[in-house]
């Protein structure tokens, strides 16, 4: 055997054994050839495959698409490749990881490269297919792990809604929002009454579990739109945007009256709650959000003072400016 016909044998060992399907089309995009990577996740032998025309063999091919991309090769003298997050797959091909993991076909990466005769024209496209479905599984999970990492980081770990940090940074937006385009921008704070009695005399892990219970109550009563947050201890925010104060105090007293209709049921023994809020709304004199914020607060220890399980609207003659 000669050095020439040595090295061809080489190649075709290589072509045929490579985990790597490739593919030769001709300028009317025939296969005129199909290794065995092609030939065993397709179904279909070289001998069914050579002289026919690629998308007769494979109309689910996204023909228009391809069409073009096989055009553009011919045309330009240049590579084209795309990735499994642009087009999740050409061909349709079966794969072998278990079918927990929610990939319906193999993901592959694909080039098409332009092979020249000698005359400098391209005579064939050849098409590579990578099998990448395994490095898309992991990168899946790893974006599903950091989005719940991002997620967990601004929830509050005890009832699961927003924590004091992302209340605050939604506030600012919210605040900023209303002093460029105008609109209202309401603040409620609440605060449980005498909850220091019900952590004495039942335990933490009860005070927790009327914290939960009182803040699903209270989330299921807002809108999409709204926020509740924990702003610290048992000291809670509602951020209601595009809402004045006078549909702020309707929303507030939903919440109060729904609290108090309703014992809280924790280990077999039912415990009367009760709510103190604080209203403040946007103004354009105020220099920040925490200022909005501080006068919802200042609201709210008004209530306390005034009896507790009531509503409290910031007032500047009472609670000073804010």
Sequence with gaps: MTRENEQRA???????????????????????????FMAT???????????????????????????????????????????????????????????????????????????SDSTGQVSHVCITVVDVTDASLYQSALQEAN????????RDGLTGIYNRGHLETRLAE??????????????VMFDFDNFKRVNDTHGHQCGDEVLRQVIRRTSSLLRAEDLCGRYGGEEFTLLLPDTPVEQAVRVAERVRAAVEATPIRTRNRELGMTITLGIAGYEENLGSH????????????RGKREGRNRIALFDHRLDGQG
Excluded at 22 to 33: G, K, S, T
Excluded at 147 to 154: C, F, I, K, N, Q
Excluded at 174 to 187: K, N, Q, T
């Design 174 to 187: 919210e605040f900023a929002r209303v002093r460029r385009h105008g609109g209202a921008l309401s603040v």
């Design 147 to 154: 989005t719940r990492l991002e997620e967990a980081s601004v």
């Design 290 to 301: 925490e200022q909005l914020l501080d006068n919802a607060d200042k609201a709210l220890y």
């Design 41 to 115: 996740h397709s179904g279909l032998e070289a001998d069914a495959v050579l002289g026919r025309d690629l998308f007769d063999c494979f109309p689910e091919l996204p023909a228009s698409w391809l069409k073009r991309k096989l055009e553009s090769v011919r045309l330009l003298r240049n590579y084209a490749f795309t990735s499994w997050e642009q087009r999740p797959y050409l061909f349709r091909f079966q794969h072998d990881r278990p079918v927990t993991g929610g990939v319906d076909w193999m993901r592959q990466d694909c080039t098409l490269i332009p092979i």
């Design 10 to 36: 080489l190649l075709e060992a290589v072509f045929e054994r490579i985990n790597v399907g490739v593919l030769l089309l001709d300028d009317a995009n025939r296969i005129v050839r199909w290794n065995r």
